[in-house]
């Protein structure tokens, strides 16, 4: 209900940056799983964007992106779950063959 005088503030015409923002940070994790512990990292950071998204679409009706910050949420939660799967799997085929650095032989 508007005022005298006043216009009604229009529902849903202001992109949310946040959401924005988090969604580039998630998929961008997918693509940087080769090395899990920066993929994982970055799809933290990716939720924790979501999260203050998710803060703001609570204060401010006239956001928009409730969808790119539940994107978000699920390809973070996704992409951490395969980092660590990555990081377990690369562990135990270390383990396996011996792991790590092999010292020199050459003695002088």
């Not at 005088?5 to 015409?13: A, C, H, S």
């Not at 924790?48 to 409730?66: N, Y």
């Amino acid at each position: 209900m508007a005022l005298k005088g006043q216009p009604m503030p229009e529902i849903g015409n202001v992109p949310c940056k946040e959401a924005t923002t988090a969604l580039t940070m998630s998929i961008l994790s997918l693509f940087l799983l080769f090395c899990p512990i920066v993929g994982a990292i970055l799809a933290a950071s990716s939720l924790a964007q979501a999260h203050k998204a998710a803060q703001l679409f609570a204060v401010d009706p006239r956001l928009t992106g409730k969808e790119r910050m539940r994107a978000a949420r699920i390809i973070a939660i996704i992409a951490i779950v395969l980092a660590v799967i990555i990081f377990i799997v690369d562990k135990m085929i270390q383990v396996k063959s011996g792991g790590g650095p092999r010292p020199s032989r050459r003695r002088f």
